[in-house]
């Protein structure tokens, strides 16, 4: 099973959506489907950047386990408006259309068949299209993402040097090494030589706070300038706006670090 193209709405598995849900628009903007040249065929990947203008820093923007919505797409207009290029490229899309599927018991196994390798080959090609087919300058890179994607925002920054800068929002910091996932964050956190901002919740359940701390004390002393905070009173999802996990507190001062810390790194 495979998608043909990007959800224009928000995965079944999140409904009902939430009323707090943030709707940016695409005034200014060249925003839509785009499909990412790899080596075995094409991917699909939603991209926004500014109508004028050339040269435009490059954000990654890594989904969550229920892919490319409506979400993570609203998440790249709201980058694109501060003069990025924002890219998300459907990472699940040779394993199967997650954004279909009712619950997140059906999603799992279907992430759970994504091997990281395969992941940073896509983010790779998705790089090289940005460079040669929508203005986008290689030297000024960053990359975010959510939940899967945080824990892939922390690898992908390790896998390549050219990036500038990464923020991880609550991904997942530990685990078990296998053939798919070899290695996670707190595996690589001091060979790791890209600045990276973790974004944490205190009442995350599914990713307990020894382990961030775990995290944090593997930071120490490295050279790559890494910090993490820690929102005492979020849960898991705390930025996403369409859940009833959404903190507007803790979302709109998460963002506002994203903002410093890509500008500070020189991701602008």
């Not at 959800?7 to 489907?33: E, H, M, N, R, W």
């Not at 490059?58 to 797409?73: K, P, R, S, T, W």
């Not at 924002?86 to 068949?113: C, H, M, W």
Request: charged share 20%; proline share 6%.
């Amino acid at each position: 099973m495979a998608v043909s193209s990007l959800t224009a709405g928000f995965a079944i598995a999140v409904q009902p959506i939430s009323a707090k849900t943030i709707t940016t628009d695409s005034k200014g903007l060249i925003a839509g489907a785009v499909q990412i040249p790899v080596k075995d065929g094409t991917i699909p990947a939603y991209r926004v950047q500014p109508t004028k203008g050339e040269n435009f820093p490059v954000i990654l923007v890594i989904q969550e386990i229920f892919g490319v919505h409506a979400y993570i797409q609203d998440v790249c207009r709201r980058l694109a408006k501060l003069g990025y290029l924002a890219i998300a490229p459907e990472l699940f899309y040779r394993q199967g259309d997650v954004s279909k599927l009712t619950d997140i018991a059906q999603i799992r196994p279907i992430v759970n068949k994504v091997p990281d390798a395969q992941v940073f080959a896509d983010l790779d090609a998705t790089l090289d299209w940005a460079a040669k087919s929508a203005k986008g300058d290689l030297q000024k890179i960053g990359i975010t993402g959510f939940c899967w994607g945080g824990r892939m925002t922390w690898l992908y920054a390790d896998h390549n040097p050219r990036v500038k800068a990464g923020v991880a929002w609550y991904g997942r910091l530990v685990g078990d090494s296998t053939a798919l996932t070899p290695k996670h964050p707190v595996d690589i956190a001091q060979v790791l030589r890209v600045p990276v901002l973790g974004l944490y919740g205190g009442q995350d359940t599914g990713i307990p706070l020894d382990t961030v701390e775990q995290m944090r004390d593997r930071l120490k002393g490295c050279s790559n300038n890494s910090e993490i905070v820690v929102y005492p009173d979020a849960p898991h999802a705390f930025h996403a706006d369409y859940r009833p996990s959404y903190r507007q507190k803790e979302a709109e001062d998460g963002w506002k670090r994203l903002q410093v810390w890509f500008k500070k790194n020189g991701v602008i």
